[in-house]
């Protein structure tokens, strides 16, 4: 399986950016997809998660209302839909293929991450 992000780059607070996320190698419909961040000197970090079908969604806590999971399974494509971002949100953004969970270790495959930085 392979997995590759882009749409990441430099963007004012308060701004807005959408991740993709290109799955290959696999049956797309039958994975669950996820979204995680390391900021600098930071450990990485669960940011959302979208169930195989996408009726099911989970987010963290700091991103609730401002950034949307969503999936095309025709494209075999994860989004991850960010507004209102803050200088805080800064990181690199990683996509993953899983469990529909929070945990990490959960988590089989994963993309080679996107930067995004957002500036105060």
């Known amino acids: 399986v392979q997995l590759q992000a882009s749409g990441g780059g430099l963007v004012q607070a308060g701004g807005s950016l959408r991740l993709s996320c290109a799955v290959s190698g696999r049956t797309f419909t039958n994975w669950n997809m996820g979204w995680f961040r390391q900021a600098p000197g930071k450990e990485r970090e669960f940011v959302a998660t979208?169930?195989?079908?996408?009726?099911?969604?989970l987010y963290a806590d700091f991103v609730k209302g401002r950034f949307t999971i969503s999936r095309d399974n025709a494209k075999n494509t994860v989004l991850l839909q960010m507004n209102n971002l803050k200088p805080e949100d800064t990181a690199v953004y990683f996509c993953?293929?899983?469990?529909?969970?929070?945990?990490?270790?959960?988590?089989?495959?994963w993309g080679q991450g996107t930067q995004v930085t957002v500036s105060s």
């Open positions: 979208i169930g195989w079908h996408g009726g099911m969604t």
């Open positions: 993953a293929v899983g469990s529909y969970s929070r945990l990490e270790s959960q988590y089989k495959y």
